[in-house]
């Protein structure tokens, strides 16, 4: 497959994971372009790959969390874009809304655990691979993501005025 039909198969899905892992869509942006553009420099090598999403995947992970060590500690980031309420009469957004504000609080390795798991519907093998670890590290990872989500939830149903 060329690079060109490449991006346009997996882009969305690329920014879709980014936002969730990084809860900042602009930065989700800027993260996917450039990984896109080391990608498409690269591409005569990763399109022979078996799996080259895989690997785009990979490099969009590091990136990430390459830009959460730099500069995660230096700057406290202003109020994001899922932290403005929008108006729901069915209420279905701002369940989902609460819940990705939840996610975006989570470490940044336990949120990419929680976007590949049920946003790109990957084994823990396969996350592990994505993120350098082990699979033992992964479901450590899930298993405190979800235990913190559900204190969280909990703590939220006992006091909605927060």
């Not at 390459?66 to 995660?72: D, F, L, V």
């Not at 336990?110 to 790109?120: D, G, H, K, M, V």
């Not at 979800?146 to 909605?160: D, Q, W």
Request: glycine letters at 4%.
């Amino acid at each position: 497959m060329d690079f060109e039909t490449y991006v346009a198969q997996s882009r969305t899905g690329l920014l879709r994971l980014a936002i969730v892992v990084t809860d900042d869509r602009e930065l989700a942006q800027d993260v996917v372009q450039e990984v896109l553009m080391k990608a498409g420099q690269r591409w005569a090598k990763i399109g022979r790959l078996d799996h080259p999403h895989a690997y785009v995947r990979r490099m969009l992970s590091n990136e990430i969390i390459s830009w959460h060590r730099k500069w995660g500690r230096v700057e406290s980031r202003p109020a994001l874009e899922l932290d403005r309420a929008i108006p729901d009469p069915a209420g279905a957004v701002d369940r989902r809304e609460a819940l990705l504000r939840e996610v975006a609080r989570l470490p940044v390795q336990q949120r990419s655990a929680i976007a590949l798991r049920y946003f790109e519907d990957l084994s823990d093998e396969q996350i592990g691979v994505v993120l350098g670890c082990r699979p033992a590290t992964v479901r450590a990872h899930l298993h405190r993501a979800l235990k913190t989500l559900r204190v969280e939830s909990t703590l939220e149903a006992l006091n909605p005025i927060r």
